[in-house]
């Protein structure tokens, strides 16, 4: 099991974040792109970022901005989304050695990547060596209109427009990504609405494309992603750990709190990210539950 932290607003510098991941001794930072230190035009800034981590051995997985929205009816700002996404893409190319390096799972005893039929265990899947360098995202619910008996989701309405966005979409990212190791997870956060359903099972015909299961928000929400999910458990390649509180009693759910503060049977959840090879971000929102969360797992283990 591979687990590693979000980047931290208390860490207002990379190297902040990159000091704790090492000082809890955990294996991977997930770059999150609604920082602006982690703009696109930073990221870019390869040298420096492989520097830093390849001297304090770990590597990268990125959380693309959560305001990325590929099927803007405006197609000026859906293009800028996506110019992102092509940048994003290329700059994760220059990190994946990191990764090699500092992130494979399977590996013989000399230290080299296990090729198929030299033990790779039957749940990592055929052909798979290695977890792929993730670039998490979310789906953009879009706006909606207020009448006065209901709320009327745009993207609902106008579901052939927003579909040709999404086919637009998946095209372009297998063109970008090419034969790297990357894959695009698609992360649950407060209820998939039927029409990201559609997209989301469209992008899911492509091995770019892949699910990230945050058990948090699941839990939040009052768990009404889990039967989509485990319909798609085949495709779930990341995992966001926190410790959450359902919706109960007039009181608005509750996630991102320390491992065991919550109501989630989180040896269950992690099992399941075991036995899919996934990675964990233990993705609390300070560096108190950070390191109370990372306690549990030692306890756990």
Sequence with gaps: MQFGMPTLIENRTLEDNIRLCRKLGLQFLELNMNFPEYQIHELESIDRFYQAADEAGLYYTIHLDENCNIADFNMLVADAYLETIRRTIEAAKRLIPLRDKYGYPLRDGQGKPLQDGQGIPSWAGQGVESQPLVLNMHMHHGIYITLPD????????????????????????????????????????????????????????????????????????????????????????????????????????????????????????????????????????????????????????
């Design 150 to 301: 209901r709320k009327v989701q745009m993207y609902d309405r106008d579901f052939d427009t927003y579909m040709e966005s999404f086919t637009r979409f998946r095209s372009l990212c297998e063109e970008w990504i090419g034969d790297s190791d990357i894959i695009i997870t698609i992360e649950n956060t407060d209820g998939f609405r039927s029409y990201e359903k559609n997209a989301i099972e469209y992008l899911l015909g492509s091995d770019k494309f892949g699910l990230t299961w945050d058990i948090g928000h699941s839990k939040a929400a009052g768990e009404m992603d889990v039967p989509f999910i485990m319909e798609h458990s085949g495709r779930l390649r990341h995992f966001h750990i926190h410790d959450g509180i359902a919706e109960s009693s007039g009181q608005e759910g509750r996630n991102h709190l320390a491992l065991g503060d919550g109501e989630i049977n989180i040896q269950e959840k992690l099992s399941i990210a075991e036995e899919r090879n996934a990675r964990c971000v233990l993705e609390t929102k300070t560096i108190t539950a950070l390191e109370k969360s990372v306690e549990y797992l030692k306890e756990l283990y």
